[in-house]
């Protein structure tokens, strides 16, 4: 039944005709449970707050789906508006992107030339800029993209995922460009000849590329709410005598914030991914595929007036 929902909530973060629908509406379905609000200026309070609670953020302009240029260019220009709001408000804020938004799908130069802007803009206001890992169709175009601008830019980072076969190539394969590297389990349905189907080659895989990364030297974000694989890490730590400014815990905005507060009294630096944005549908319904019980607080959103 579990995973019943799950593809039913994943089939459904990849329909066009509702991504388009939900973007004339505000936040509905139990969104504003995940997602800071339409715009960066809302979101930008919600960071603040988050800031003066000792968390540090990444700030996610949500996007997906564009059509045409024009729309991966307004996509780009809110990125830098966002960069802008970050410096002015002096937020403690990274900003992740999808390349998919920027006109990946369109062209080669199009998603270049906005991700020139956007890594321009950061790199003027000291932020960093990270790449968000989205389905394997787009995984190759993706990291060979964040390749050739990591070496023109220090200020960015991209994702890998636990549950492609090919990661641990990945990681090698990135190691000799420095990276800032997000590790997370991976979101998208995808296919038994690419991606493990079962959950615990996908957490002891996840474990393993934590292990690879923080000791080939790398910055590692370890991007989790599984509380046994933040258990691994901590154990690694003391394990390997790893330096706490090897690595941070990352969360996404409005999930496990009991576990949030505990690694950030333990003295972890802990990052808190926060969305905003009018395209919030296909972000929501991720997350609700992750956990099908959070559907209750989905129902609860229809129900309330
Ligand atoms: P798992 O799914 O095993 O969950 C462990 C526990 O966490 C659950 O038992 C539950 O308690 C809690 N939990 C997890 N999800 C929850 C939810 N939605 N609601 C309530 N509780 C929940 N993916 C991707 O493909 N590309 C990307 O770029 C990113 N980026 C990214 C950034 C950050 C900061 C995070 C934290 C995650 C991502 N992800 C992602 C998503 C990631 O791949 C994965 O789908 C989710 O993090 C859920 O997996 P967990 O590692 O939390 O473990």
Redesign the pocket.
């Known amino acids: 039944m579990e995973q019943l929902l799950r593809n039913f909530f994943l089939f459904l973060s990849k329909n066009k005709t509702l991504t388009k629908l939900a973007k004339k509406y505000g936040l509905r379905f139990g969104a504003a449970r995940?997602v800071a609000g339409t715009d960066i200026d809302s979101a930008a309070k919600k960071i603040k707050e988050i800031n003066e609670n000792g968390y540090v953020v990444?700030v996610d302009h949500l996007g997906e789906f564009v059509d045409n240029e024009q729309e991966a260019r307004e996509s780009a220009d809110e990125c830098i508006h966002a960069i802008n709001v970050i410096a002015e408000q002096k937020l403690d804020s990274q900003l992740?992107l999808?390349l998919t938004s920027m006109g990946l799908d369109i062209s080669h130069e199009l998603v270049m030339e906005n991700m020139h802007r956007i890594l321009e803009a950061g790199k003027k206001h000291n932020v960093t800029v990270t790449?968000?890992?989205?389905?394997f169709e787009r995984c190759e175009k993706t990291l060979n993209i964040f390749k050739e601008l990591k070496q023109k830019y220090e200020n960015l980072g991209t994702?890998l995922?636990?549950?492609l076969y090919r990661v641990e190539e990945d990681i090698e394969r990135l190691s000799p460009y420095n990276p800032y590297l997000?590790l997370?389990?991976?979101?998208?349905k995808e296919s038994p000849e690419v991606a493990y189907p079962n959950?615990k080659d996908?957490?002891e895989t996840?474990k393993r590329i934590i292990k690879q990364n923080i000791l080939l030297g790398n910055y590692t974000?370890v991007?989790?709410?599984?509380?046994a694989?933040i258990a691994y890490v901590k154990e690694l730590e003391k394990e390997q005598g790893i330096a706490r400014d090897q690595f941070e815990f990352?969360?996404?905005y409005?999930?496990?914030l009991d576990l949030q507060k505990a690694l950030l009294k333990e003295g972890y630096k802990m990052?808190?991914?926060v969305p905003y944005g009018k395209d919030w549908y296909g972000y929501n319904m991720?997350?609700?595929?992750?956990?099908p019980?959070?559907v209750l607080f989905v129902l609860k959103g229809v129900f309330k007036k």
Not at 131 to 135: L, Q, S
Not at 184 to 188: E, W
């Open positions: 995940f990444t992740s999808k790449i968000d890992m989205e389905d994702v995922q636990a549950y997000r997370v389990k991976g979101a998208y959950k996908v957490d996840y974000a991007a989790t709410h599984d509380e694989i990352q969360m996404l409005g999930i496990r990052r808190v991914y991720r997350r609700l595929a992750e956990r019980a959070n």
